[in-house]
């Protein structure tokens, strides 16, 4: 089957950096989305991977390893707008996104 | 006008009732799907339409039945619900199906049936 696997909870402290794994197996790849959910709200686009490396974009990086089946997101300088929930999905070899159920992400002065 | 925008942002209903959910993009993008969010579980996807054709349905019961007259447009019908569909009903647009770019969400419907 097809599974992506994410921590459920982490906490970290406001300026601080705090990196969240998230490991998956799917039938083929066709690149890895990250998106943001703030509680209530829609789930918003971060980042999209589809070669091995990283990918910076300000304050957030996103990394991959296709023959690892990994990705992290890391978010440096965490301020307390980020607490949200950090979604990864992949893309499959049918084009279809499979989803994790999601990184609470709680930031602590 | 925002991306996506659905309506209700609340629904409550009973078990015999019948009700709609709406979604609107105002992007341009040719592909809307629905997903299901329930507490601590991946999204799930219910439909897919691409220029106003269904593409996907994820084997999703008949007591849901999306309507997409347009390609702006998207509606979910309900009927005859059960407890265990109450969940967060979130709409998305992307450029196209094949999922490779980035999706825009809505603020989502919090359903609670009872």
């Known amino acids: 089957g097809q599974n992506i696997d994410q921590p459920t909870e982490m906490t970290a402290t406001e300026g601080a950096i705090v990196q969240i794994n998230c490991t998956y197996q799917?039938?083929?790849?066709?690149?890895l989305f990250w998106y943001q959910q703030h509680a209530g709200e829609a789930p918003t686009f971060l980042s999209y991977?589809?070669l091995d490396g990283l990918e910076e974009k300000g304050r957030f990086s996103s990394f991959l390893s296709r023959s690892k089946g990994y990705s992290y997101l890391l978010l440096k300088e965490l301020q307390m707008k980020d607490s949200a929930s950090y979604l990864c999905?992949?893309?499959?070899?049918?084009?279809?996104?499979?989803w994790g159920a999601g990184t609470k992400l709680i930031i602590k002065p | 006008e925002t991306g996506v925008t659905q309506t209700p942002r609340h629904l409550v209903m009973g078990m015999t009732n019948k009700k709609s959910l709406k979604c609107e993009q105002h992007l341009g993008h040719n592909a809307m799907y629905w997903y299901k969010q329930s507490a601590k579980k991946p999204l799930e996807l219910m439909f897919v339409?691409?220029?106003?054709?269904?593409?996907e349905n994820n084997s999703v019961p008949s007591r849901f039945s999306p309507e997409c007259p347009n390609s702006s447009h998207l509606f979910l019908h309900l009927h005859t619900l059960q407890p265990e569909d109450s969940a967060l009903y979130l709409c998305?647009?992307?450029?196209?199906?094949?999922?490779?770019?980035?999706?825009?969400f809505g603020q989502g419907t919090r359903l609670t049936v009872v």
């Open positions: 999905a992949v893309l499959d070899s049918n084009y279809q996104l499979i």
């Open positions: 339409y691409s220029l106003e054709e269904r593409v």
């Open positions: 991977n589809v």
């Open positions: 998305a647009s992307s450029q196209g199906p094949e999922g490779n770019t980035e999706a825009f």
């Open positions: 799917t039938s083929g790849f066709n690149g």
